[in-house]
């Protein structure tokens, strides 16, 4: 879908849009709010194209990844969610979905990794319910076990909501930073972007009242990236939020981003300064050396109801999936990428994404326990990467292995970005 700068919009409300777009400037949550009022879907499919494609061309990411989703048992029990089991066995879930509680054993998840890793897998994204027993040295355990094990795996690990769990079981009770240091001390490379949802009071009461809220959330990943940890962000959206609840949410991202971003551009540029030079390669240096780091993409969340207490809702639509990830690449003009997990957006439509402003796919994923989209049985979920590379090809994009942090992966026997030779 390439765009011509002078093709007319066939909704005139966009036409102002159109052009702040094609000069490169920062839409406003009004735009945001017009976007999602318009039925003009390929004016927006293609404006987040024009974007999506000044910043990455015909590139389109993918990496070989395993989820570990280490247990369901969780304290909370936030109504979109059918994948918590209650420790006392009380839960909102239908009946259906309301059994087996389970836990990996430290053994278990390292052999999964292990595993992956052996695979050619270049990251592990272990995330979990907030477990009522577990100490904070299991986590810490899981980091340094994995790095003992497979020396060039990345460690993607925890979200927000589950790092402020470890901050009230730890013993003393660490801070934010605390935690985080330990985590990195053990193993851990970045954070996620899981349990996000929607930053909004309304929403958090309505639908995840129990959690913490967007404040403990941005504390975490502003304490990430001061401490130069990675992170990711999502969206959870299709379950009680309005589209101005959605703009709203991107919009705090977005600031959240110009943030990280400027103490980033601050801390390269004192390094450069205290090394005393200032050539492109070395300030390329500085910059990855820098203590700071910064949110590398976004990732809207389709809701998939079945199981949760919000089951009677429909959860959203293929237009709404796609509009929504075009509307988030348009708005996020400070996030690098953009990604559709397949696993939620389903691969069909995650393809159709790759002209709608999405250039990454995740990866294999091979299990993923959170949520599934048809029908019941194991929770094998894999894509193989010739199946990836299939999708990406047939919508016209190049296929691009990376690691976790956007480097392009080479095999074949040579050195990978990382450093790692990996086989073919
Ligand atoms: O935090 C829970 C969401 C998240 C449902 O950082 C649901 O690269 C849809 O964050 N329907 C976990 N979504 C997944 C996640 C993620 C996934 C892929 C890549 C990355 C990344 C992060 O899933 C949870 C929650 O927001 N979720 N229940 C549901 N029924």
Redesign the pocket.
């Known amino acids: 879908m390439q765009a011509a700068a002078d093709t007319p919009v066939s909704d005139p409300a966009l036409e102002p849009i159109r052009e702040r777009v094609l000069a490169g400037e920062r839409l406003s949550i009004d735009d945001g709010v017009a976007l999602y009022r318009s039925r003009d879907i390929f004016t927006i499919g293609e404006l987040a194209n024009i974007v999506r494609e000044r910043r990455h061309g015909r590139a389109a990411y993918y990496n070989i990844n395993r989820?570990i989703n280490y247990t369901n048992y969780c304290v909370l029990r936030?109504k979109?969610?059918?994948?918590y089991r209650s420790p006392d066995g009380r839960t909102g879930l239908t009946p259906l979905s309301n059994t087996g509680g389970y836990e990996y054993s430290l053994d278990e998840i390292v052999e999964i990794a292990a595993e992956a890793y052996a695979n050619r897998a270049t990251e592990v994204?272990i995330?979990g319910g907030l477990h009522p027993k577990l100490p904070f040295s299991f986590y810490t355990d899981v980091c340094r076990a994995i790095k003992q094990r497979c020396p060039g795996l990345h460690v993607?690990a925890f979200?927000a909501?589950e790092i402020i769990h470890f901050t009230r079981i730890s013993k003393p009770r660490l801070s934010i930073e605390e935690v985080l240091i330990a985590l990195k001390e053990a193993g851990l490379d970045s954070?996620?972007?899981?349990?996000?949802?929607i930053f909004d009071d309304r929403v958090h009461a309505e639908a995840f009242k129990a959690k913490v809220g967007e404040k403990h959330w941005f504390d975490v990943h502003r304490a990430a990236h001061n401490l130069g940890i990675p992170?990711?962000?999502?969206m959870?959206y299709?379950?009680v939020e309005t589209p101005e609840e959605r703009i709203r949410h991107l919009v705090k991202l977005r600031e959240h981003q110009d943030e990280s971003l400027a103490r980033l551009a601050n801390s390269a540029c004192r390094i450069v300064k205290e090394g005393g030079s200032e050539t492109a390669g070395d300030s390329q240096f500085a910059v990855r050396q820098s203590r700071s780091a910064a949110f590398q993409?976004c990732?809207p969340?389709?809701?998939?109801?079945?199981?949760?207490a919000?089951e009677h809702l429909p959860?959203p639509t293929g237009l709404d999936d796609l509009r929504t990830l075009a509307i988030s690449r348009l708005m996020l003009d400070n996030i690098p990428h953009i990604?559709a997990?397949w696993?939620?957006q389903t691969p069909k439509l995650s393809q159709v994404a790759l002209n709608w402003g999405v250039d990454d796919f995740?990866g294999t994923v091979v299990w993923y326990d959170?949520?599934k989209r048809e029908g019941r049985g194991t929770n094998r979920q894999e894509l193989t990467v010739d199946q990836i590379r299939r999708l990406i090809l047939e919508a016209g994009c190049v296929p691009v292995e990376r690691d976790t942090l956007y480097r392009p992966v080479r095999r074949g026997g040579e050195q990978s970005s990382t450093g790692r030779t990996i086989p073919v």
């Open positions: 989820h936030c979109f969610c059918s994948f994204h995330v993607k979200t909501i954070l996620p972007g899981g349990g996000a949802e992170s990711n962000a999502t959870l299709g379950h993409c990732i969340l389709s809701f998939i109801p079945e199981g949760s919000l959860g990604k997990f696993i939620m995740d959170i949520t």
